[in-house]
């Protein structure tokens, strides 16, 4: 008699849930809240620093196409850089920071949702909401991935279709054919100069926007056949990502001046206020589906990032626990959703998403150089390529990125960093013991 077999995770992705696990993850919190942080910086060439952003996150997604198509398992970048490198204290450390970048965004997305969520319901204080917003999350992480791909193909649509009223009402706008008696935001000369540093200020902080394609890696475990599933939902999603955003950003620094956009809390609401008044209240509704998206696929990640790393040995085994009924890594779960809280209450929306985005620019070269070194030592592989020159250029553009982010961003990123190394460091102490 056969013993019965430990829970596992079940391959249950197709490819369109898969391009809508990554449409949504990319589409929420970053557009909705940070395009007119990103006006501010670059002005009316706003568009090109989401431009910028597409092409740095689209040579990173051909990497991780790769790479997720060799290994379609969970565990992602610490995984990628075990076989590569065969460091565990770099894989930990690693994998450290993509779970930062991980809970960092979700504090940044539960802060936005608390901020529309507030606007419609005044009286609720935004620690209440943030508090609840996480609960929900959690609990629909941990009932599973098919549920979780559910809640985010529907809140994809919504979100969708609120991007589509900031594009059409503003297009109509700018053709004439919006409401009468208002004028087109008009650039300012300083703004209209070729400033390529600003386009490259903006595209820092626009790269947060494009971050959740890695997140696909790190269920590709869970996906129908992987090999050829992967790399055409990976990239299929970045095409979609990339033309939305460079159509929001330029409708909207034509709707409104690049500092209105750039002082509102609400940037994209601003802009629909003007174009579709009439539509205030649905869209605050659209706009906090988003961010929800996002949050619950970061809140996915996280888990599973957590799960494959414990089953590599790389941090202590009961946090890769996995529910024996709905096989999910519950104990993962909710330790990612307690770290977010704390962060949500204590941080900004502009500090975090700007931290975010320095931490997985970091890993990503880290990863781009992983693909290289795995090449030279695997060379019996004959699915998915990229060519040679793509992690090249992803490492260059990656690090330029880094340089001209935020100070602010950079600093709280090193002490994350800083944080990581040591926990990487004693992690690796206590294996070496052992052994």
């Known amino acids: 008699m056969s013993s019965a077999e430990p829970p596992h995770l079940e391959r249950t992705l197709g490819f369109w849930a898969l391009l809508a696990y990554g449409v949504g993850d990319m589409l929420g919190a970053g557009i909705y809240a940070l395009v007119g942080k990103v006006a501010g910086l670059s002005g009316m060439l706003s568009w090109m620093s989401f431009a910028v952003a597409s092409v740095a996150a689209t040579l990173t997604a051909c ?87 559910t809640s985010n193909i529907i809140c994809t649509m919504i979100e969708l279709s609120g991007l589509l009223i900031v594009v059409t009402t503003g297009l109509a706008l700018f053709f004439g054919g919006g409401p009468p ?51 055409t939902a990976l990239l299929s999603a970045m095409a979609i990502v990339g033309a939305v955003y460079m159509l929001v950003a330029f409708v909207s ?37 988003a961010v929800a998206n996002t949050s619950l696929l970061n809140c996915v990640m996280g888990s599973r990032l957590l799960h494959g790393m414990s089953r590599e040995g790389l941090v202590p085994e009961w946090l890769g626990r996995i529910h024996p009924t709905r096989h999910t890594p519950y104990v993962a779960t909710v330790i990612v959703i307690a770290i977010a809280l704390v962060l949500a209450l204590t941080g900004t929306v502009g500090h975090l998403g700007g931290t975010t985005s320095v931490l997985l620019l970091a890993v990503f070269i880290v990863i781009d150089i992983a693909l290289l070194k795995i090449r030279r030592r695997e060379t019996e592989y004959f699915g998915f390529r990229v060519p040679w020159f793509v992690p090249v250029a992803s490492m260059a553009i990656c690090l330029v990125l880094i340089v001209f982010s935020q100070q602010a961003s950079i600093r709280i990123a090193a002490v994350l960093g800083a944080l990581g190394a040591v926990i990487a460091c004693t992690r690796w102490n206590q294996r070496s013991r052992i052994t």
């Open 181 to 231: 008696k208002i004028e087109l935001a008009t650039p300012p000369p300083e703004v209209t100069t070729w400033a390529p540093l600003l386009i490259l200020q903006g595209a820092g902080l626009a790269f947060f926007a494009c971050i959740g394609f890695e997140d696909i890696a790190n269920v590709a475990e869970e996906v129908k056949k992987p090999e050829r599933t992967i790399p």
């Open 253 to 289: 620094t034509r709707t409104l001046p690049p500092h209105e956009l750039a002082s509102s809390e609400a940037p994209l609401l601003s802009v629909v206020e003007r174009t579709a008044p009439w539509s205030l209240k649905f869209f605050g509704v659209i706009a906090m589906f």
């Open 63 to 149: 990497v991780y196409a790769e790479l997720a198509t060799r290994f379609p398992q969970s565990g992602g970048a610490a995984y990628y850089c075990e076989r590569a490198f065969r460091k565990p204290a770099l894989s930990v450390f690693i994998g450290w920071l993509v779970l930062c970048s991980g809970v960092v965004s979700m504090a940044t997305s539960s802060l936005a949702f608390a901020g529309y969520l507030t606007k419609l319901v005044e009286p609720l204080p935004a620690p209440v909401a943030v508090c609840g917003f996480l609960f929900v999350v959690g609990t629909i992480a941990i009932r599973g991935i098919r549920e979780s791909s």
